[in-house]
């Protein structure tokens, strides 16, 4: 154990070699080449102790300080803006779109929603055409013509079960209760309507057919501009609309007798 005495003179050696840089580089070049050689490879590690021992940062604190930072940026990295998740596109749910045709090709055509969304529609040998309310052939789906197409959706492709062409819905109207997407983008954050009040997102039961189909046709005759991508029942009976493709709204809420109620992000 070290006496009080070699505790003080080892203080005092620490201070002088902070303060006197000056000694210590005279004491160096008096020591000879090969000595001088052996000294520098034995005093890298004692030169750590000797820091931490004259209250230098010790090697603990430093990984600490590493580990933070690590921390701190895996969190920057990992991070998730509001309503990141909102705008998430399902794959080959029902759900559909309305807009202007934009072209016609053998496969199908293309359409342009009312905020500008490119949608690509798909026919095949069971897609059932309509005029207004009357039967209609794919003929009638012709370039500047208003359509609303119906079926299963996979991003900005729609796989037509049912194309309306000439649909009862007013465009200017439902597009303007529509934000489009900016640029830069800024998430819009607000609700409009009711909201049931049991509603949780990410609940609820995908659904298809004549359910998916006609709360589809209510959400877009509100609220045109995206692409609904997926409709939900919730526990309470209604329905949530989700439409992506567009700022505000992700979710447009539909009662069981298809009326539309509310809309959120």
Known sequence: MK????????????????????RAGLWRRLVSRRSLGVMVGLSVPVLGLGVAA??????????????????QASAATGSTGSGGGSNARSTNAAGGSVGKVTGVSASGFTVSTPTGEKV???????????????????SAVTEGKTVLVL???DSTTITASQVIVGPAINLSKASANVIAFKSPNQSESKTAGQIPASYKQGTGTIV????????????????????VDR????????????????NWPHHIFVTSDYKVVGAND
């Open 3 to 22: 006496s009080p005495s070699d505790i003080s003179r080892h203080d005092e050696s620490c201070a002088v070699s902070q303060r006197q840089p000056g």
């Open 54 to 71: 004259c209250g230098g940062t010790s090697s603990s604190a430093a990984t600490t300080s590493a580990s933070t930072t690590t921390t």
């Open 120 to 138: 690509t529609v798909k026919k095949s040998s069971s897609t059932v055409y309509d005029k207004g309310t009357k039967k209609s052939v794919a």
């Open 151 to 153: 079926g299963k959706v």
């Open 208 to 227: 298809s057919g004549t359910a998916a189909t006609k709360a589809t046709e209510a959400a877009l005759t509100s609220y045109a501009g995206g692409v």
């Open 231 to 246: 409709v939900v029942r919730l526990s309470n009976g209604e329905y949530e609309v989700h439409n992506v493709g567009v």
